[in-house]
C-alpha cells in the first residue's frame, strides 16, 4: 500500500494521539501502510529478547510478531537520543502494537557515542537490516517487505541507509532490500558543526555535507514517509518540509504530514 493512500486511511484519532508526542502512538501511522492494518482483529503475539546480532553489548535486537500472520510485512525500529542515549527496551509497545496488527517488528539497540562516532551508528543499522533479512522469516516476517522506521537520531540513522548505498554495497545488499522509510522528527539538514554537544559526535566531518541526509537524496532511494510536528522546538518543521522537497525536485517518491 503505498503512503499516500495509508495517511489517507489514517484514523483521525491516530493522528490526534500522534500530536501529543508520544513516540509510541506513531506507529499506528505505519501499520496503515499494510493492507492488514485495520479492521483485523488484533493477533496473539510472541516476543524475542536481546538476540546478538553483532559482538557489542549494545548490538542487540527483539522481535516482536503475530503467531497468526505469516509472511508479514516487517518494521525495523531505531530509536532516538542524540547519539549518546536511548534503548530499544522503552519502546516495546511499539513491537507490541506492530504484531498485534498483523506486523512483524524488530526493535534495535546501537553502538553510541562516545564509544562510536558517525558511521558507526549507520554501519549497526546495515547489519541489523542484514540481520533481518537473514533471519526474520523464522519470525513470520517476509524478507522482501522490510520498511525502516526511526525517530529523531534514529530517523537521522536510517535516512542515511537509506540515502547513501555504500552502507548496503559493504554487506552486499542494495536499496532493493528496503521497501519503505519512514522518518519521524528527522534533523535532514542539520549541520552538526553548528552546535558544540555534537561536533565531536561526528568528528571529523562535523563540517562536512556528507553528515546530511538531504546531500545524498538523489531520487533513486527508496521511498519516504515524512512525519513532523509543526512545533517542534527540537528540530525544525523547515527541514523537514526541505528534505520533502529535495526528493521532490528529483524526481524521487515521497510523503510527508505535518502534524
Not at 546531500?215 to 532511494?221: A, I, L, N, Q, Y
Request: net charge negative.
Amino acid at each position: 500500500m503505498a503512503f499516500d493512500v495509508a495517511l489517507a486511511q489514517t484514523p483521525n484519532q491516530v493522528v490526534n494521539m500522534a500530536m501529543s508526542g508520544r513516540a509510541v502512538v506513531f506507529v499506528a501511522l505505519l501499520c496503515v501502510m499494510t493492507a492488514s492494518a485495520f479492521g483485523k482483529k488484533p493477533s496473539k503475539i510472541r516476543e524475542d529478547f536481546d538476540l546478538a546480532y553483532g559482538k557489542h553489548e549494545r548490538q542487540k535486537l527483539d522481535v516482536v510478531w503475530s503467531v497468526e500472520n505469516t509472511a508479514a510485512p516487517v518494521v525495523v525500529f531505531f530509536h532516538g537520543g542524540s547519539w549518546r542515549w536511548g534503548v530499544k527496551d522503552f519502546y516495546r509497545e511499539i513491537g507490541e502494537e506492530f504484531a498485534k496488527h498483523g506486523v512483524t517488528c524488530i526493535l534495535a539497540d546501537y553502538r553510541l557515542y562516545p564509544e562510536v562516532r558517525f558511521p558507526a551508528f549507520v554501519e549497526d543499522a546495515a547489519t541489523v537490516l542484514k540481520w533481518t533479512r537473514d533471519h526474520v522469516d523464522r519470525y513470520n516476517g517476509d524478507p522482501s517487505n522490510i520498511f525502516l522506521m526511526g525517530h529523531s537520531s534514529g530517523a537521522h540513522i536510517i535516512s542515511h541507509l537509506a540515502l547513501d548505498e555504500k552502507y548496503l554495497e559493504a554487506i552486499g545488499g542494495d536499496f532493493s532490500w528496503i521497501k519503505g522509510v519512514v522518518g519521524m522528527s528527522c534533523p535532514y539538514t542539520f549541520q552538526p558543526s553548528s552546535e558544540w554537544m555534537y561536533k565531536d559526535i561526528f568528528f571529523p566531518l562535523a563540517d562536512s555535507p556528507l553528515v546530511l541526509p538531504i546531500s545524498h537524496v538523489d531520487g533513486d532511494e527508496p521511498p519516504f514517509l515524512v512525519l513532523h510536528g509543526r512545533h517542534d522546538y527540537l528540530v525544525d518543521v523547515k527541514q523537514a518540509e526541505a528534505f520533502v522537497k529535495r526528493i521532490e525536485s528529483k524526481g524521487g517518491e515521497v510523503t510527508h504530514k505535518i502534524f
